[in-house]
């Protein structure tokens, strides 16, 4: 999935540059399509695993968001998220940002988790990309169970 947008004064935070909540709905709305596509049907944000902020972007910056599956679970997906901006004057291109967001799909009926198509990797990228994933998937299964066991063992916060 790919979304292009102009980024005016109206995106723009105190510094004088594109707020980041502006990049971040640009990414959201992006994962979300991709999310969308491969499952056919509703999808919701579960998390936003990683978002990271390497360039700032300037108004007036043409913003491409690309997104795609790495993996999916039996009901979640993970989608990967590259945000580039382009000065259309230029030409010249920066990575401005990386993201990614786990969606879960839902039955249109219910409202309940409701299982999806598998993404197969074939080429050496998608074969990296799922690998990563899992690794993310396993640390925030992990932390989520840490947490858990701490809160049922009353532990105070440090």
Known sequence: MVLSQNMG???????GFVHGGVIMKLVDNAAGLAAIRHSRGPV???????????EPVQLGSLVTVKASLNFVGSSSMEVGV??????I??????????????????????GKPREVPRLVAETPDEKRRMREALIRRETRLARRQRILEARAAGEDAV
């Open 82 to 87: 590259r945000v580039e901006t382009e000065d």
């Open 44 to 54: 919701v944000t579960a998390a936003i695993d990683q978002m990271s902020f390497i």
């Open 9 to 15: 004064i109206e995106d723009a935070n105190l510094a």
């Open 89 to 110: 004057l230029t030409g010249e291109r920066a990575h401005t940002s990386s993201a990614y967001l786990v969606f879960v799909a839902l039955d249109k009926d219910t």
